[in-house]
């Protein structure tokens, strides 16, 4: 810092040079005193601004294709989806769309590993693109490291990654147990971070990336009638923990999530039918949404089309949260 009241009255006079509101007399006396003290002014530009740093200058560039079928284009890229093992379900129709518009697919499971491999050898055969299936516990950091380690190695890159994996919580806070809580945190919120910063690295190193949180319309609301606390919290902070990311990844990647409403997956069949009734009647649309008109969502944020986007949540809801 300045060593002297001098040399602060200076740095005063130079800062007021730059400033918008002087007037065109102030600034040409500013200017002359400058002139005067220019030597003393050369050192203290440096302390002002030297240390400022120069990632400041970067940015995410404007994509280069002009057609908007060229910017949903995923061609070249390589996509990871966690949690993509299931028949149906967010995940695979996610790993669906980025399948369809050309990307390399990479898909995990955490037990059923038979089911992630049927599921990329499907969407391989079906888009004619290279795909891949890993077993990989969210859980685990050294996991979550090792797996993102082995897609770069047998792929070369990861363009995309889209943190899916999560479980659903059936009780409330007093209702279950403190393990029960440790779990659903431990898979749905720690398992994502995880994930993001093994390939935040990775994306940081390249200088481009985009990952894609799955998060819920719970993280936004307290469900009702069904008690999931837990389950709210987790998803809440993966809301937040995206918008986090977005400022603190600004210069190399973009994180964007993606919250779903009542989606038919299978996960909530053990919801009984009667509050099952009382959801859907919560639901302007009337009804509970299909996994595939997800897709478009999870395409849209993998892809060139996006890339003003980040720190943003899209919740495809059918418009329960406007209630």
Not at 16 to 26: A, D
Not at 65 to 75: G, N, Q, V
Not at 171 to 192: F, M, N, R, V
Not at 206 to 230: C, D, K, V, Y
């Amino acid at each position: 810092m300045p060593s002297s009241r001098y040399d602060s009255n200076l740095v005063f006079l130079f800062l007021l040079l730059l400033s918008p509101f002087s007037s065109i007399t102030q600034r040409a006396l500013f200017s002359a005193l400058i002139r005067h003290h220019r030597s003393r002014l050369s050192s203290i530009y440096h302390i002002c601004f030297a240390s400022i740093p120069t990632s400041i200058a970067k940015m995410i560039e404007v994509p280069k294709a002009e057609r908007l079928t060229d910017m949903f284009s995923l061609k070249g890229k390589v996509v990871v989806v966690t949690g993509a093992s299931g028949p149906s379900g967010i995940g695979l129709e996610a790993a669906r769309g980025c399948a369809e518009m050309g990307a390399t697919v990479v898909v995990t499971a955490f037990s059923r590993v038979e089911g992630a491999q049927k599921n990329a050898e499907a969407l391989a055969k079906e888009y004619g693109v290279k795909t891949g299936a890993y077993q990989c516990d969210i859980r685990s950091w050294e996991a979550v490291k090792g797996f993102v380690d082995k897609v770069i190695a047998d792929f070369g890159q990861i363009d995309v990654f889209i943190a899916n994996s999560g479980r659903t919580a059936d009780a409330g806070i007093i209702d279950s147990t403190a393990e029960e809580w440790d779990q659903i945190i431990q898979s749905d919120l720690s398992g994502t971070a995880y994930c993001a910063k093994a390939v935040g690295e990775h994306f940081r190193k390249r200088g481009t990336g985009s990952l894609i949180i799955t998060a819920s319309m719970s993280g936004h609301i307290a469900n009702f009638p069904q008690e999931q606390t837990s389950y709210n919290v987790a998803k809440a902070g993966c809301i937040h923990m995206a918008k986090s990311l977005a400022n603190e990844w600004r210069d190399f990647a973009r994180v964007n999530s993606v919250s779903p409403g009542y989606i038919d997956t299978g996960l909530s069949d053990f919801i009984d039918k009667k509050t099952q009734d009382l959801w859907r009647s919560m639901i302007p649309m009337g009804r509970n949404g299909a996994p595939k008109e997800l897709r478009g969502a999870y395409v849209y944020l993998a892809s060139d089309a996006s890339t003003y986007t980040t720190g943003a949540d899209i919740v495809v809801d059918g418009g329960y949260t406007t209630r």
